[in-house]
Nanobody, 123 residues
Framework: QVQLVESGGGLVQAGGSLRLSCTAS????????RGWFRQAPGKEREFVAAISWSGSSWSYADSVKGRFTISRDNAKNQVYLQMNSLKPEDTAVYYC????????????????WGQGTQVTVSS
């Protein structure tokens, strides 16, 4: 079992920044890929970003490229999502997830999920 806890969400004005964190615990040794997804009200969950164990491989959704940056600290078992130039359409619950596969945008490839943290961007 793997437990994931997200933090760092909140309310921010458009153009502002937030940094999300996700701390993993439990049997994480084989779960090398970390990913971020989000779900807005009335919409399906969508991929945001993913990063490999070494940090040398990553992937971003087109909608966040150039604005969001995913990173990780393996010593702390944490992954981060730096979100800059936030837009109202970024408003969603953001979820952290782990996978034993290479970084992928497919939600069904992720084995464990956190409870999510709310991000609200006001216009």
């Amino acid at each position: 079992q793997v437990q994931l806890v997200e933090s760092g969400g909140g309310l921010v004005q458009a153009g502002g920044s937030l940094r999300l964190s996700c701390t993993a615990s439990g049997r994480t040794s084989s779960m090398n890929t970390r990913g971020w997804f989000r779900q807005a009200p009335g919409k399906e969950r969508e991929f945001v970003a993913a990063i490999s164990w070494s940090g040398s491989s990553w992937s971003y959704a087109d909608s966040v490229k150039g604005r969001f940056t995913i990173s990780r600290d393996n010593a702390k078992n944490q992954v981060y999502l730096q979100m800059n130039s936030l837009k109202p359409e970024d408003t969603a619950v953001y979820y952290c997830a782990v996978s034993g596969l290479a970084p992928t945008s497919s939600a069904n490839r992720y084995a464990y999920w956190g409870q999510g943290t709310q991000v609200t961007v006001s216009s």
